[in-house]
């Protein structure tokens, strides 16, 4: 066990519906990163957040958005969802800003589009 | 041309085999490497992390840099079914923000058989 808590763990909504996932990172981490992982992309990097504060964008789309809340968790939000967007969306927390290179993952929620 | 490319298996190998799993890189930047090991529907676990080039040993894991070939290795000596899982590498040009994002292979997948 990780300890980084990802909820839900399976989600099937419809197309162009609205999700949100969320993550508690292990105690004492302040870095929270979202990465997508599909059969035809990998894992991918979509964001990262440290201390609540937005710290690097990767390949994020602009119908996602995330924030970090003062308790440290974080939600990525997914809207106008299509077929495509179906993947294992992970996050993984460090204690540090820089420390992408050490963060733990968590388990994944898995986004299925219908 | 993907940043980093690695062959996705499926590899087949008895218990007892060394294995060696392999990527390939573009970015002459990338000084950061790992390897993740990710078992079937769990998050990517960090195995083995390794700065600039040369060898780092972890009990059975080696894991190979180099850099003038573009070039990672991991190997795995006597082989356990337990070692069943898909591994990814991983790079980045520096520990990090945007700069530091990392880049995966689409991960190899193992099976060990006993």
């Known amino acids: 066990d990780s300890g980084v808590t990802q909820t839900p763990k399976h989600l099937i909504t419809a197309t162009g519906q609205r999700v949100t996932l969320r993550c508690s990172p292990r105690?004492?981490?302040?870095?929270v990163y979202w990465y997508q992982q599909s059969l035809d992309q990998g894992l991918q990097f979509l964001i990262q957040y440290y201390n609540g504060e937005e710290r690097a964008k990767g390949n994020i789309l602009e119908r996602f958005s995330a924030q970090q809340f003062p308790d440290l968790h974080s939600e990525l939000n997914l809207s106008s969802l299509e077929l495509g967007d179906s993947a294992l969306y992970f996050c993984a927390s460090s204690v540090g800003a820089r420390d992408n290179t050490e963060a733990f993952f968590g388990q994944g929620t898995r986004l299925t589009v219908v | 041309q993907k940043e980093v490319e690695q062959d996705p298996g499926p590899l087949s190998v008895p218990e007892g085999a060394i294995v060696s799993l392999n990527c390939t890189y573009s970015?002459?930047?990338?000084?950061?490497f790992m390897w993740y090991r990710q078992y079937s529907r769990k998050g990517p676990e960090l195995l083995m992390y390794t700065y600039s080039s040369g060898n780092k040993e972890d009990g059975r894991f080696t894991a190979q840099v180099d850099k003038s070939s573009k070039y990672i290795s991991l190997f795995i000596r006597d082989s356990q079914p337990s070692d069943s899982a898909t591994y990814l590498c991983a790079m980045s040009a520096r520990r990090g923000s945007t700069l530091g994002r990392l880049y995966f292979g689409r991960g190899t997948q193992l099976t060990v058989w006993p």
């Open positions: 970015n002459s930047a990338f000084q950061y």
């Open positions: 105690s004492g981490d302040l870095s």
